[in-house]
C-alpha cells in the first residue's frame, strides 16, 4: 500500500514556473513506476509525464514536452514535477500516482494523490 501526498500547487502568471512533489510512504518506492495526470474543469483527467522505477526513463504529453520535467529521489520517497513556461491552458488538478509499470494509461496506476491545484493566469 502507498499513500501520496502531493503539494507546491498554487497561482501563477503566464510564463511562471512552478515545481510539485508528491510525497510518498512507505518503504517500497523504488518499486514503483510514478506518474502526474492532471484534470481541467469538464475535461477528462489526461496524462501528463511519467517516469520509470529507476528513473532511466520518462515519457512526455506533447502539450508539455520540453516544459515540464519530471524526477524522483527514492532515498526522499518524492517524485517533482517542474513546470516551466507555463500556460493558461496548464490550469488543472494535477495528481501524482503510482504503478508497478511506466505508462501513459492512468488505469495502470494502482495509488493516487488527492490533487493539488494548480492555476495559471493570463
Known amino acids: 500500500q502507498v499513500q501520496l501526498v502531493e503539494s507546491g500547487g498554487g497561482l501563477v502568471q503566464a510564463g511562471g514556473s512552478l515545481r510539485l512533489s508528491c510525497a510518498a510512504s512507505g518503504r517500497m518506492f523504488s518499486k514503483y513506476a510514478l506518474g502526474w495526470f492532471r484534470q481541467a474543469p469538464g475535461k477528462e483527467r489526461e496524462f501528463v509525464i511519467a517516469?520509470?522505477?529507476?528513473?532511466?526513463?520518462?515519457y512526455y504529453a506533447d502539450s508539455v514536452k520540453g516544459r515540464f520535467t519530471i524526477s524522483r529521489d527514492n532515498a526522499k520517497n518524492t517524485v517533482y514535477l517542474q513546470m516551466n513556461s507555463l500556460k493558461p491552458e496548464d490550469t488543472a488538478v494535477y495528481y501524482c500516482?503510482?504503478?508497478?509499470?511506466?505508462?501513459?494509461?492512468?488505469?495502470?496506476?494502482?495509488?493516487w494523490g488527492q490533487g493539488t491545484q494548480v492555476t495559471v493566469s493570463s
Open positions: 517516469i520509470s522505477r529507476s528513473g532511466g526513463a520518462t
Open positions: 500516482a503510482a504503478g508497478s509499470i511506466v505508462t501513459m494509461g492512468q488505469h495502470d496506476y494502482d495509488y
